[in-house]
Structures are given as structure tokens and as C-alpha cells.
């Protein structure tokens, strides 16, 4: 309804009072002072009319205005080709639909549903919104196929149950830690004594020394200790498995003795051959800026130059995570944009020196070829990460529209980036790299299109003066600047919501360490690196590495300066409801370029209110039922081991914001606990107990025997113990053993206080109809109620003797050896 419709409604208004306000009051017999209340009380109703006439009519008209301008909108959204930019949204959106389902749904149903779709959408040739909603369906749909068929073409094969065997595989890659040892990808050829049935195709060990002549390609034996993937450390968190699955990697592990040469009778495929070749390649490009640039620095080169990170010492890792630039070392649009672009100016600048060939000829799409080629390899050096092959799409793109005299549009190439990610690997999708880095890189394209925008439309500003060099210097630096402060706080905004979803932390000083920081990786580092590059193959890359190591330990030092004087990072668990209703507004003000923005508002308030009131657990369970952590009333977590793993309690705290690590004392005759409001874990050799402030009673046993003493006490009984039934009676405490978390992982447990004490909510980390990824749980010992495995020893006769069975750990002990390998 337009500016004629509102004419129309404001004249019917004023029309409409003057009749009722003019009407003459009837003729009457009655006497004159009735006859005048009378009309003043049929003039005050229809003056009350009038006004909710005058009302209803104004309702009309402001919704008039509004279908008026959601129209308008969307037309012109419409017709800049915001559209398109949805349709990596809506197959992102089937692909999550379909990774977070607890069911696995079969081809045929999402076939018919995807051939019923397209058939209604070329029925509804006349109806516009319908076929915009079809179409939208059907992408949907389009992602859960593009999903499901990943997942049949991975099956990988998962490893059920830890042993120990003799394996002969083919190396993947080499990659040295900063504790010393190396860790192998190996691809396994054989297995022996135990010869294993379904062995994995591919495993993960480590070992403390390798062969000099070992390289990626070449053949290895060894006796391994395998373990299969882990799952989440609590729900809703990283799940390994899933990782893993969709890398192939079946199990993970580590040598019991060095590792050696072999030859293999199998010989590689071409796809294997090349592989290594792009392995050995990664291996002595890291190995060459190593020993240019020794110590942690130059373990930082390689990680830019060839994407190898396992070399950077854990104390800088943190640091650079706390300040919020830990960015720098995954190589993404930053990397490839400064690559590309170097390349570029240095070509044209070559040229520039020919002014006669420069004259004659495109020099400009020579230049563009020649950065496309340095991206591309840059892209085959660096391992190919997700936003590797998000930035290097997207640039790719904007260099061949150079070489065919077309505009490369931003947001549509970046739409493209993600259709192809989403295409090629849809369970990219569900993990940081690929959240943070398409989110930061939305940001920033909208957040300067809308300002670029704004500059249009604002008052035409007079040419700067001439100044002096000085001035415009300082002139230009300032606007580098505030262009970075406005990078840094744009792109940072945009991640942070990932990070906290992910890692449950953000960066305090990340504003502060990005604009100290960047500018020594854009002008120092990253040109020259590029330099370094450009001169290995003629031995000249010495002085450009130098000065590059140079400019990365004045990064490391800011960084770990500022991550000295960050406040605590930790913000806990977000809900899964308040991330959607987040993640919709962020792409709603990110996609959308007109007034529609305004409906990002509402899913906004509604996300920050569900963060406001969420919810946070009172107690977390191991998958391998030894930890278990109760959370306090002060903030601290009360643990029942002495030595507890440090991931598991890294990633815990951070959940639970606590303040403390509260440890066992000594062990005790008893574990029952003294009178007190709160009391952290009492521990004897079998058995622990623990309240909190509100009376939750935790038991924590090795066996069921011991187990039994709890049932009079405790809210909630955890056995370590796969073997195990329940001790107490039917009114007892609930009892969670060994085999509930070995089918079912990690739990997460809230307890609501009742009439007759409290209610344990349990939440495990794994659905119990099993996905792929998780398939393989069915077959452990544990999760069959079997008893750790014991080899049966011989004695000199050849007879088998009894097994030795393992001692029962007490709880003041560490983690069992394999376990802590891993």
C-alpha cells in the first residue's frame, strides 16, 4: 500500500469525524436539561468512537508503511543479488541439521524429499514467495545429502578397543613437538601378533626417535600401543572421534619401541606418491627456515611457511591464544591476501622497468597470473586448511576476474568460497576454523561496504590540502591505524562468539595486542617470508629469513608481554539455543545491506538473554570414569585425583569459570565427611565422597563392593568399574558406572532438589543410537561389561598360568601409564 492508500485512509478519517461531530442531535418531547445531558452523552460516545476509529485507522496506516518499506527492502536486496549469498546458508544449515541429529537417516528418504521439492517448485511458476520457500527447502535438503554422502565415502575404520600389536605401514608425515618426540601418520599396510581383523587404515603414534633417513613415503615397523578416537570431554564440547572419522584417522597411539625402516612390497599409488612428495616438500621447507631461524622463532616461520605448528612451544601457544592473535599462525585470508598482493606489486614493478614491452602488453593480467600461482602454491605448502582454502577460493576468484577485465564482487566471492567448502567437506562445518574464519571474513566485507556506503551518502568533503611530507605521513599512518583498530575490533566482535562457543574464552586485550602486533607481521614478517621464498632456490634466503625471525620475536615478545596482564578469559558454557539465535543475527546483519537488518535485533536480545539465564552443571564425569569434578559454591572445583589430566581439567575450568582446582588430602581410614556445609573429596583406596553447599552428596568408587558404603549417604554414585551392577537398593542413590560412560561418554549432571532429596539430570556427550563416528564405542570391553584385558603368561612347561591381574588404582595415584601416553 503506497502514499495514495495513506491519502485515502486520512481523508476517510477526517470525513468520517466531521459527520459524527456535525450529526444534529434528534428531536425529543423531553424537557430542555435532559434534552442536553442527553446530547452531551451521545456527543462524548461519538467523540469515542471517533477516537478508536482514528486509531484503528492510524494501526492500518503504520502497517501499511511498514509492508510498504519490507517490500522496498527486500526488492532492492533482491536486485543487488543478496539472494545468492543464502544459498551457501541454507546448505550450511542442512549439513548442521544433519551432523547434529541423533539418528543417521537413510539415501532414499532425502531423495524422494529433495525430487518432491523440485517438482513443487517448478508447479509454483506463479507464486513467487513459494518457490523462494521451496527453493530454500531444498537446499536444506541438498546440504543433508551433501553431508551423508561425506559420511558414506570417509568410512573409516575405527579401532573398537586398545591394543597392542606390530604394525608395517607407509609414513604420511613426519612432525616434530616441543617435548621432543615425533609424532607419525602412518598408513597401515599390515598388523601381526594379534593379527587385527579390522585394523584401521590409518593411525596417529608418536615416538622418541625416528631413523635420519625416515621421510614421508618410506616404509615402518614397530610394536604400537593404539587406543580409538575419544569422544567429547563433556556435552556439547570438540568431539575427537568426529575429528578424526572425517580425517581418517582410525586410531591414535604411540610406539613401545623406536621405530625402523622397512620395504614395502606394496608399492604406492600415483595419488600416495604425490602426497609425499608435497609431505617432503612441507618437511624440508621447515627443516631449511629452522635452521636459518633456530629456537621457538623459527619453529613459528615453519608454521607460516609450511602450516607445521606441532614445533611451537606450549607457552607461546597459550600466550598468543590469551591476546587474541594465535590468528597469525593458521594461514588464512591475512597470509594470502599479503602474498598475493606482494607478489603483484613486485611483478608490475618488474615490468615497469621494460616501458616499452609494459606499453604493449596487459602487464597487469601477467602480474595477476604470476600471484595466482604464488597463492597456489603457497595453498599446496601450507596443508590446505579450511581457511586456506577459504582465502585462496576467494582470491583466486578476484585474480581471474583480473585476467578477464571483470570486477570481482567481494561478498560474491566470498558466497563462492563457502558453497565450495560446504560442497567438498560439509563437516568442515561444525568446527572453529571454519566458523571463526567465514565469520570474521563476513564482518569485515560488510562492515566496509557499509561504511563505504555511508561515505557516499554523507556531505561531500574538500580535497585535503597540500602539506608536508611530514603531515602526510602522519596523515596516512593514522588512517592505518584506525583502519586496523576497526579490522581488529570488527573481525574480533564477529569470532568471538565461536571462540566462547568452542573454547569458552575470549580475548580481553585482543584490540590492544592485534593493533601492537599486526603491523610487525605486515610489514615485517610476511614481505619479508615472501622473500625468503622467492631466493631459496639460489641460496640468497639467509638475510630475508634472518630479518623475518627478527620481526617474529618482537611479535612473541608483545604477546606474551600483554597475556602477562590479561584479565581471566574463561566465560563458561554457552547454550546451543543462545548460539543459533546469535549465529541468525550475525548472518542477518552480515548478508543484508538495507534497512532489513533491523530483524537481526530480536534474534540478538533473545540470544544475550538466554546467556544471561543459562544454566551451568553441577558435576562432570570422564568418559573413562576415573574424574570426576564437583563444582562449589565459591567457584572452585573439588576433584577427586591427586594428578588429574591436565586437558581434561583445562577445558573443564574453563566451563565452569572455576577459580580453583580443589584436590583430595590424604588418604584417609574413612571417606565419609565431617560435618560441614561444604566439603571437598575425602578419599580412601577405593572410595571417595564429596558434598557441596547444597547438600549433593558425590561418591566416587573403584568397585562395587566399595560403592556399597555410599548408598545411605550419596545423591550420586560413580564406578569405576565396567563389571559393575547396582549396590543399592531401588530408593537409592543413582549409580553411574564404567559402562554407561564407555557406551555413552562424558557426562554433564544437574541436580533438582525434590521433597524426598535430590534429582541427578544426567546429559552424556554421545546419543545412544550411534552415528558413525561413534559406531566403534559397541566394541570396547568396557561397553560390553567385560574386565580389562590380561594376557595369559606361560610358564617354562609351555602351560598357561593364572593372569596377573592389575591392582586396583588408588585414588592418590596418577593416571595408568598408557592412559597418560595418550
Known amino acids: 500500500m503506497g502514499?495514495?492508500?495513506?491519502?485515502?485512509?486520512?481523508?476517510?478519517?477526517?470525513?468520517?469525524?466531521?459527520?459524527?461531530?456535525?450529526?444534529?442531535a434528534p428531536f425529543d418531547r423531553q424537557a430542555p436539561a435532559e434534552r442536553e445531558r442527553s446530547s452531551g452523552r451521545t456527543r462524548e460516545t461519538a467523540a469515542a468512537g471517533a477516537r478508536r476509529r482514528y486509531r484503528h485507522a492510524g494501526t492500518r496506516l503504520a502497517f501499511a508503511r511498514l509492508r510498504t518499506s519490507i517490500r522496498e527492502a527486500a526488492v532492492s536486496e533482491w536486485e543487488r543479488g543478496t539472494a545468492f549469498l543464502f544459498v551457501p546458508v541454507c546448505l550450511s544449515v542442512g549439513a548442521l541439521v544433519y551432523f547434529y541429529i541423533s539418528w543417521e537417516p537413510s539415501f532414499a528418504p532425502l531423495v524422494s524429499g529433495a525430487a518432491a521439492l523440485s517438482a513443487?517448485?517448478?508447479?509454483?511458476?506463479?507464486?513467487?514467495?513459494?518457490?523462494?520457500?521451496?527453493?530454500?527447502?531444498?537446499?536444506v535438503v541438498g546440504g543433508v545429502l551433501a553431508a551423508k554422502f561425506e559420511t558414506w565415502r570417509a568410512s573409516t575404520k575405527m579401532l573398537g578397543a586398545d591394543i597392542t600389536t606390530r604394525i608395517v605401514g607407509r609414513v604420511v608425515t613426519i612432525e616434530h613437538q616441543a617435548s621432543g618426540r615425533v609424532r607419525l601418520t602412518i598408513d597401515i599396510v599390515s598388523t601381526s601378533r594379534p593379527h587385527l581383523r579390522y585394523a584401521p587404515e590409518r593411525i596417529r603414534a608418536s615416538a622418541r626417535k625416528i631413523p635420519d633417513d625416515m621421510r614421508p613415503g618410506t616404509g615402518v615397523k614397530g610394536v604400537v600401543r593404539m587406543f580409538p578416537p575419544s569422544g567429547p570431554l563433556r556435552p556439547s564440547s570438540y568431539d575427537f572421534s568426529f575429528k578424526s572419522y572425517f580425517d581418517g584417522l582410525g586410531a591414535s597411539g604411540f610406539f613401545l619401541t623406536n621405530p625402523e625402516n622397512v620395504s614395502l612390497i606394496v608399492p604406492a599409488t600415483l595419488y600416495e606418491r604425490a602426497a609425499a612428495g608435497v609431505a617432503r616438500l612441507r618437511e624440508a621447507l621447515a627443516d631449511h627456515v629452522r635452521a636459518a631461524v633456530p629456537g621457538p622463532n623459527g619453529e613459528i616461520g615453519a608454521a607460516l611457511v609450511a602450516g607445521v605448528q606441532s614445533g611451537i612451544p606450549n607457552k607461546i601457544n597459550e600466550a598468543l591464544r590469551i591476546t587474541g592473535v594465535a590468528h597469525v599462525l593458521s594461514i588464512s585470508g591475512l597470509h594470502m591476501a599479503l602474498v598475493a598482493g606482494i607478489v603483484l606489486v613486485f611483478v608490475r614493478l618488474g615490468f615497469a622497468l621494460f616501458p616499452g614491452f609494459s606499453s604493449r602488453h596487459p602487464t597487469k593480467k601477467y602480474a595477476a597470473a604470476v600471484a595466482l600461482a604464488a597463492i597456489a602454491f603457497y595453498l599446496l605448502i601450507s596443508g590446505a586448511g579450511v581457511a586456506t582454502e577459504r582465502s585462496f577460493i576467494m582470491l583466486a576468484v578476484m585474480l581471474t576476474?583480473?585476467?578477464?577485465?571483470?570486477?570481482?564482487?567481494?561478498?560474491r566471492n566470498f558466497a563462492i568460497a563457502a558453497l565450495a567448502v560446504v560442497l567438498i567437506a560439509p563437516h568442515e562445518i561444525v568446527g572453529p576454523s571454519f566458523q571463526m574464519s567465514f565469520a570474521a571474513t563476513a564482518a569485515l566485507i560488510s562492515g566496509y561496504a557499509a561504511w563505504g556506503e555511508w561515505r557516499q551518502r554523507g556531505p561531500r568533503r574538500a580535497p585535503p590540502r597540500e602539506g608536508s611530507y611530514l603531515r602526510r605521513g602522519g596523515n596516512a599512518a593514522a588512517r592505518h591505524v584506525v583502519g586496523l583498530a576497526a579490522?581488529?575490533?570488527?573481525?574480533?566482535?564477529?569470532?568471538?562468539?565461536?571462540?566462547?562457543?568452542?573454547?569458552?574464552?575470549?580475548?580481553?586485550?585482543g584490540l590492544v595486542a592485534n593493533l601492537s602486533t599486526m603491523p610487525i607481521v605486515s610489514v615485517v614478517v610476511m614481505p619479508f617470508m615472501v622473500l625468503g621464498l622467492v631466493l631459496m632456490p639460489f641460496g640468497l634466503d639467509g638475510p630475508a629469513f634472518a630479518?623475518?625471525?627478527?620481526?617474529?620475536?618482537?611479535?612473541?615478545?608483545?604477546?606474551?608481554?600483554?597475556?602477562?596482564?590479561?584479565?581471566?578469559?574463561?566465560?563458561?558454557?554457552?547454550?546451543?539455543?543462545?548460539?543459533?539465535f546469535l549465529t541468525v543475527a550475525l548472518v542477518i546483519l552480515t548478508m543484508t545491506t538495507t534497512r532489513l537488518r533491523v530483524v537481526a535485533l530480536p534474534f540478538l536480545a533473545v540470544g544475550i538473554a538466554l546467556i544471561v539465564r543459562r544454566p551451568a552443571p553441577d558435576l562432570f564425569i570422564s568418559e573413562d570414569a576415573r574424574l570426576v569434578a564437583l563444582r562449589l559454591s565459591d567457584g572452585g572445583l573439588a576433584i577427586n585425583r591427586k594428578r588429574p589430566n591436565a586437558f581434561t581439567m583445562e577445558d573443564w575450568s574453563r566451563a565452569m569459570m572455576a577459580t580453583e582446582i580443589v584436590k583430595p588430602g590424604p588418604t584417609a581410614a574413612s571417606a565419609m565427611p565431617t560435618i560441614a556445609p561444604e566439603v571437598p573429596f575425602a578419599c580412601t583406596k577405593t572410595l571417595c565422597i564429596a558434598w557441596n553447599a547444597k547438600g549433593v552428596v558425590i561418591a566416587h568408587a573403584?568397585?562395587?563392593?566399595?560403592?556399597?558404603?555410599?548408598?545411605?549417604?550419596?545423591?550420586?554414585?560413580?564406578?569405576?568399574?565396567?563389571?559393575?551392577?547396582?549396590?543399592?537398593?531401588?530408593?537409592?542413590?543413582?549409580?553411574?558406572?564404567?559402562?554407561d560412560l564407555a557406551r555413552y561418554g562424558a557426562a554433564a549432571v544437574t541436580f533438582e532438589e525434590t521433597a524426598t532429596g535430590f534429582l541427578p539430570i544426567v546429559e552424556y556427550s554421545i546419543e545412544k543410537s550411534y552415528r558413525p563416528w561413534h559406531a566403534e564405542r559397541i566394541y570396547s570391553r568396557a561397553a560390553?561389561?567385560?574386565?580389562?584385558?590380561?594376557?595369559?603368561h606361560r610358564d617354562e612347561k609351555g602351560s598357561h598360568k593364572k593372569p596377573r591381574h592389575r591392582k586396583t588404582q588408588s585414588h592418590e595415584n596418577g593416571q595408568p601409564r598408557a592412559a597418560s601416553a595418550q
Open 487 to 509: 579490522t581488529s575490533l570488527i573481525a574480533g566482535t564477529a569470532t568471538a562468539l565461536f571462540a566462547a562457543w568452542h573454547f569458552q574464552r575470549v580475548s580481553p586485550l
Open 784 to 792: 560390553r561389561g567385560l574386565p580389562p584385558y590380561q594376557r595369559k
Open 401 to 411: 576476474a583480473v585476467l578477464f577485465d571483470r570486477a570481482g564482487i567481494s561478498m
Open 702 to 739: 573403584a568397585t562395587e563392593e566399595s560403592a556399597r558404603e555410599a548408598c545411605a549417604v550419596a545423591s550420586l554414585i560413580v564406578i569405576d568399574d565396567a563389571t559393575a551392577k547396582d549396590p543399592c537398593a531401588a530408593s537409592g542413590p543413582a549409580v553411574i558406572t564404567k559402562r
Open 120 to 139: 513443487a517448485y517448478f508447479l509454483a511458476r506463479s507464486k513467487f514467495v513459494l518457490r523462494i520457500m521451496l527453493l530454500a527447502a531444498l537446499l
Open 547 to 580: 630479518i623475518m625471525g627478527k620481526g617474529i620475536g618482537l611479535f612473541t615478545e608483545i604477546s606474551v608481554a600483554l597475556s602477562k596482564h590479561s584479565p581471566f578469559d574463561a566465560i563458561g558454557i554457552l547454550p546451543g539455543s543462545a548460539m543459533i
Open 3 to 24: 502514499d495514495d492508500s495513506a491519502e485515502e485512509i486520512g481523508d476517510e478519517r477526517s470525513q468520517f469525524g466531521a459527520r459524527v461531530l456535525d450529526r444534529p
